[in-house]
C-alpha cells in the first residue's frame, strides 16, 4: 500500500509500541480510534439502508448533483471518482447555498447533511424543491429530516453518534441506496463483497496492534511529520486526494494541500523549483492507481524525479481487483495516517474548534 522513497522521515514520537499506547490514552480521550476501527463494518450495516418513501425510478436523469458540506460533500466528490467511467450523465458536487442554472426536473438531487443542520444545503434544499428536481436526502436528522418527512422526500436515516467524517460509510453508501432506487447504478453483492474484504484488510494493516516496522501508516504518519503534505493523484482520484487532505487538516490539525496529473505538469511544477526556504517544510504523497492512463503513469515517474531532491515520497497505491474498493483501500490507509499524524503533533484527532467557533459567530 505504501512505498516512502526516501530515507528523509523524522524521528517519531511513536516508533515504541509502549509509547503509542500511552499516545493513544493521552491524546485521543474522544475514541476517534474505535471510528476507524468500526468503519468496515460501518460500510457494511450503510450497504442495508433503506429510503422512506422509496425514491421513484429516474433512469431518464439528465444529471446527479450532490450537495453538502465537509464531509457530507466529499460523498459527491468520491462518487464521480469511483463512477464517472460507467455513468452516462455528468456528476456534480454542489458546495453552496445555491444550485447551478441546469438543475431542474430532469436532474436527480441527492443532498447530504450529516447533522441535518447545514444552513448551506438547507438552503439548497429549498432551491431543489422549486426547480422540481427528483430529490433524496441522507441525514441522521435535524431540520432536513423534518423537511423530508413533511414534503414526502426520500429520505435515508442514518445512525446518530458520529463526527459528520467518520460516518462515511453511511452517508456515501446510503447515497449509493438512493442511486440503486432510482434505476440510476447498482453495485453487485460480489463486488460489495470484495470492497468489504479490501477495507478490512487495510484497516487491519494499520491498527495500532501492527509494530511501526509493519505499520505503513504509522510510518508515513512518522514522515509527514512537521511538513505541510501535498498529495497528488491523477484527475480521477481528485476526491479521494480531497478526502486525505480534509482528514489531515482536520484530524491532525495540519495543513494540507492537492493536486492532479497531468494539471500540475502545466503551471504547479514550475513552483518546485521555488526558493527552498520555502519549499523546505513541504512533503509529498502520490496516490497511484491501476487504472493510471499510461502517459500520467510516466509523469507521475518523471515528475517524482523533478521534485524528489526538496523532500521525501509516500506513494499509496491500492492493488484491490474493482476501483470502489481500491478507491476505499486508499480513504481508509489515509485515516489511519491522519490519526497517527494527530498523535504525532500531541493533539487530540477529535474536536473541531475552528469550524465551531465560526458557527458560533455566524449563528
Same mark, same amino acid.
Not at 512537521?226 to 495543513?255: C, D, H, M
Given at each position: 500500500?505504501?512505498? =516512502?522513497?526516501?530515507?528523509?522521515? %523524522? ?35 450503510? @450497504? ?11 433512469? !431518464? ?5 450532490? $450537495?453538502? =458540506? ?6 459527491? *466528490?468520491?462518487?464521480? *471518482? ?20 441546469? &438543475? ?19 438552503? +439548497? ?32 436515516? &442514518? ?16 447515497? =449509493? ?13 460480489? *463486488?460489495? %463483497? ?19 516496522? !509493519? #505499520?505503513? $501508516? ?9 511538513? &505541510?503534505?501535498?498529495?497528488?493523484? +491523477? ?18 490539525? #495540519?495543513?494540507?494541500?492537492?493536486? $492532479?496529473?497531468?494539471?500540475? #505538469? ?29 502517459? /500520467? ?6 515528475? +517524482? ?17 474493482? @476501483?470502489?474498493?481500491? =478507491?476505499?483501500?486508499?480513504? /481508509?490507509?489515509?485515516?489511519? &495516517? ?9 493533539? *487530540?484527532?477529535?474536536? /473541531? ?11
Amino acid at each position: 500500500m505504501i512505498a =516512502l522513497t526516501s530515507d528523509l522521515i %523524522s524521528k517519531s514520537n511513536l516508533r515504541c509500541d509502549r509509547m503509542l499506547e500511552k499516545a493513544v490514552k493521552q491524546f485521543d480521550p474522544s475514541g476517534m480510534l474505535r471510528f476507524l476501527r468500526e468503519f468496515p463494518e460501518q460500510v457494511a450495516a450503510a @450497504r442495508k439502508l433503506k429510503e422512506k418513501p422509496i425514491l421513484k425510478s429516474k433512469k !431518464d436523469a439528465a444529471g446527479i448533483l450532490f $450537495s453538502g =458540506l465537509g464531509g457530507s460533500a466529499i460523498c459527491g *466528490d468520491l462518487f464521480r *471518482d469511483a463512477f464517472s467511467n460507467q455513468l452516462p450523465v455528468p456528476v456534480f458536487t454542489n458546495r453552496d447555498y445555491c444550485l447551478p442554472a441546469w &438543475v431542474n426536473r430532469k436532474t436527480l438531487a441527492i443532498l447530504i447533511s450529516y447533522s441535518g443542520n447545514t444552513e448551506e444545503t438547507l438552503a +439548497a434544499y429549498r432551491e431543489a424543491r422549486r426547480r422540481k428536481a427528483a430529490i433524496g436526502i441522507v441525514s441522521s436528522g435535524g431540520k432536513l429530516s423534518e423537511m423530508a418527512k413533511k414534503d414526502r422526500v426520500s429520505l435515508i436515516t &442514518v445512525p446518530t453518534g458520529y463526527p459528520p467524517r467518520t460516518a462515511l460509510g453511511y452517508l456515501f453508501f446510503g447515497a =449509493l441506496s438512493l442511486l440503486d432506487s432510482a434505476d440510476i447504478l447498482k453495485i453487485p453483492e460480489r *463486488d460489495f %463483497s470484495e470492497l468489504l474484504q479490501a477495507i478490512r484488510k487495510t484497516s487491519a494493516d494499520n491498527d495500532p496492534q501492527k509494530s511501526f516496522e !509493519d #505499520n505503513p $501508516s504509522r510510518r508515513l504518519a512518522a514522515a509527514l511529520k512537521g511538513t &505541510v503534505p501535498i498529495i497528488y493523484s +491523477a484527475a480521477f482520484l481528485s476526491g479521494t486526494a480531497t478526502r486525505w487532505k480534509t482528514q489531515i487538516e482536520e484530524n491532525s490539525k #495540519n495543513l494540507a494541500f492537492t493536486g $492532479s496529473l497531468p494539471e500540475m #505538469n502545466h503551471n504547479e511544477v514550475v513552483g518546485w523549483s521555488g526558493p527552498v526556504e520555502t519549499l523546505k517544510r513541504l512533503s509529498v504523497i502520490f496516490l497511484r492507481d491501476r487504472e493510471d492512463e499510461p502517459q /500520467v503513469k510516466k509523469r507521475f515517474e518523471i515528475t +517524482a524525479g523533478l521534485l524528489q531532491p526538496r523532500r521525501f515520497f509516500g506513494e499509496a497505491a491500492s492493488k484491490s481487483n474493482n @476501483r470502489l474498493a481500491r =478507491l476505499f483501500s486508499m480513504i /481508509v490507509f489515509g485515516d489511519w &495516517v491522519s490519526y497517527y499524524l494527530a498523535l504525532e503533533n500531541k493533539i *487530540d484527532p477529535t474536536p /473541531v474548534e475552528r469550524i465551531t467557533q465560526l458557527k458560533k459567530r455566524l449563528a
